[in-house]
């Protein structure tokens, strides 16, 4: 059964957290390849960690 778009952001934002499972993966992996809205939305949240980690990064060095 395919993952609904709702499923599949928990899921990512999950896997930000902590590993998933080897099916949780496989789900995600085949709703990825159907869900241009769910690839985006995964290349955003990536962004949005990356970019708030540097500025943590940097807020720690001015300490």
């Known amino acids: 059964m ?3 778009c709702k499923e ?3 899921l990512m934002s999950m896997q ?3 590993e998933l499972s080897m ?3 496989l789900q ?3 709703h990825l390849t159907a869900c241009a809205g769910c690839r985006n939305f995964r290349k ?3 962004f949005l960690r990356t970019v708030t ?3 943590g990064d940097q807020i ?3 300490k």
């Open 2 to 4: 395919m993952l609904s």
């Open 8 to 10: 599949a952001t928990r």
């Open 16 to 18: 930000m957290d902590r």
């Open 23 to 25: 099916g949780e993966r």
């Open 28 to 30: 995600l992996a085949l």
């Open 44 to 46: 955003q949240i990536g």
């Open 53 to 55: 980690r540097k500025f």
């Open 60 to 62: 720690d060095d001015s």
